[in-house]
């Protein structure tokens, strides 16, 4: 019975997945004004065996974390795709495909997913994986005890009722019988398989392209290849080193001095020292990564939707753009997930408007209006920006910049204005850590009752056609009265050297993540 399923269950979870593995993973580009392109191949020649493949990364982090469920930075995060894989990993348009898992049948109405592993895969010390490992995994990474800052993406799933099927299979069921459709969207991220005597300091075993030789925490890490790896013939370099760095020009200075091969992320104000640099390049990646200012629609003033369109209309996108971005970038309609299929493609580009502004917020009683915008390191450019805006509109904002721990802390969905964005992830899963009615990050605090049964039904539909009039309805609703004032998508930018094989400009931000791929010229 389950083979006889197995045919419709792919493809129907492949409409669910926007298409992507139906139509291997080519359904749309990175926006919704892009048209879709070949990835751009920078090495043509073949890949070769061999070589330590050096990755810079920005990572203050001493706590030595290698959790696979609980990254404590970025750097964590990084050391993760090495060391561990997952039942999906995300392709090059954003959308998630399968990787241990060999099939991922969803039921008619979302209430049930059987996953079904690959045959022969193996950890890192030798252990076949199995259903166990598979039912233990998801119960570690949803456990409150380990309080996983990922754990709510996946809190729906009923842990304590997941099935075995056989050796290599696995129902999951969802509590109180709901419908999770954007399951593999939610938990391809931070969701890696590992033993079920995992653990993080005594056993960090996973089944990654890189197996752990050394790790310093603040330091550099050192994995060595694992020739079990489940796609033949990869990885390809004999060894990765990831070297931590507490700032973009240390970084630089050693990519260009030969000391590290390839430097993630780097800072749109820094795209300059590479013209004309024959020692270094500079890989660029339209994706789907979002800014936003999120507006608490539970505290005044934001609790007026008509405050809400004032802000949303006073705001220069493109300033924000060009100034903040340094035009690596393009400009926002308050709305998310552009590249999935069930994107509204009929909503109006919302302009500038300051006089329609000042109306809206005369009528709201706030033609003299002050308040605060909460921001971390990371938004505080745009928080800046933004305020100089603001003032063409009589609103004076005084920004306040917190560390990280505080702003991402317990208070996190009180700040009255603060800066935001997420990955570009598919509309389902977005709004489930989002703006949705079940996110446990709802920093806009929205619920708008038609939006909520909105968000469920699509959640129940694996229908691509059934449920794209559902999506198109929701985002009329976030964008007329939504909290999220998202105002432009970001592009990527790595830096690598000639000695490089393998990296692909695509519509993520992954490229210099996808350790299996990338090798060595020399």
């Avoid at 300091?201 to 030789?213: D, I, M, R, S, T």
């Amino acid at each position: 019975m389950y083979k006889e399923l197995t045919r419709r269950g792919f493809l129907v979870s492949g409409a669910a997945l926007g298409g992507s593995l139906l139509l291997g993973g080519g359904l749309s580009g990175c926006s919704q004004d892009t048209p879709v392109v070949p990835l751009l191949d920078l090495n043509t020649s073949e890949p070769r065996y061999g070589g330590r493949l050096r990755l810079g990364v920005i990572d203050g982090d001493q706590t030595g974390s290698l959790d696979v469920h609980k990254p404590t930075s970025t750097g964590s995060t990084i050391r993760g795709f090495a060391l561990y894989s997952k039942l999906w990993e995300w392709d090059e348009n954003m959308f998630p495909r399968l990787a241990l898992a060999e099939e991922a049948e969803v039921n008619a109405d979302a209430t049930a997913w059987i996953i079904r592993l690959k045959p022969g895969l193996e950890f890192h010390h030798g252990k076949t994986i199995d259903a166990d490992d598979l039912i233990f995994s998801i119960r570690r990474l949803s456990d409150p005890q380990l309080a996983s800052p990922y754990g709510n993406y996946v809190n729906i799933v009923d842990r304590d009722n997941l099935e075995k099927l056989d050796n290599r299979t696995v129902r999951i069921r969802f509590k109180e019988g709901r419908s999770f459709l954007s399951l593999p969207d939610t938990w391809v991220n931070f969701g890696g398989i590992v033993p079920v005597d995992y653990h993080p300091v005594n056993n960090p075993v996973g089944a990654g392209p890189y197996k752990l030789k050394q790790f310093l925490p603040g330091q550099r890490s050192l994995f060595t290849r694992f020739e079990h790896y489940f796609k033949p013939g990869q990885p390809y370099a004999d060894e990765l080193e990831i070297i931590d760095f507490k700032d973009q020009i240390s970084r630089y200075a050693a990519l260009v001095g030969g000391q590290i091969d390839i430097a993630n992320a780097i800072a749109p104000e820094q795209k300059t020292l590479f013209d004309n640099n024959p020692k270094a390049k500079l890989l660029v990646s339209e994706s789907g990564t979002w800014r936003a200012f999120n507006m608490n629609t539970a505290k005044a003033p934001f609790d007026d939707v008509r405050v809400r369109q004032a802000f949303r209309l006073l705001t220069n996108r493109q300033e924000l753009v060009d100034r903040v971005l340094i035009g690596e970038g393009r400009i926002a309609n308050d709305l998310y997930a552009p590249h999935d299929p069930t994107f509204n493609r009929h909503i109006p580009q919302r302009q500038l408007d300051i006089a329609e502004a000042k109306s809206l917020l005369r009528s709201a009683g706030h033609d003299k209006l002050t308040l605060e915008l909460t921001t971390d390191a990371a938004g505080a450019n745009a928080a800046l920006v933004f305020a100089e805006q603001a003032r063409l509109a009589d609103v004076r904002i005084h920004v306040k910049k917190i560390d990280n721990a505080t702003f991402n802390g317990p208070r996190k969905n009180e700040w009255v204005m603060s800066t935001g964005g997420s990955l570009g992830q598919p509309f389902l899963a977005q709004a489930t850590s989002q703006d949705g009615p079940t996110s446990a990050s709802n920093r806009t605090n929205f619920r708008d009752e038609r939006f909520t049964q909105l968000y469920f039904a699509a959640q129940a539909q694996p229908d691509l056609g059934l449920r794209t009039p559902l999506v198109h309805e929701a985002q009329e609703i976030q964008h007329s009265r939504g909290g999220l004032l998202i105002w432009g998508f970001t592009n990527f930018l790595d830096g690598y050297t000639d000695r490089v094989g393998g990296l692909t400009a695509e519509c993520s931000h992954f490229s210099t993540w996808r350790f299996d791929n990338i090798w060595l010229r020399s």
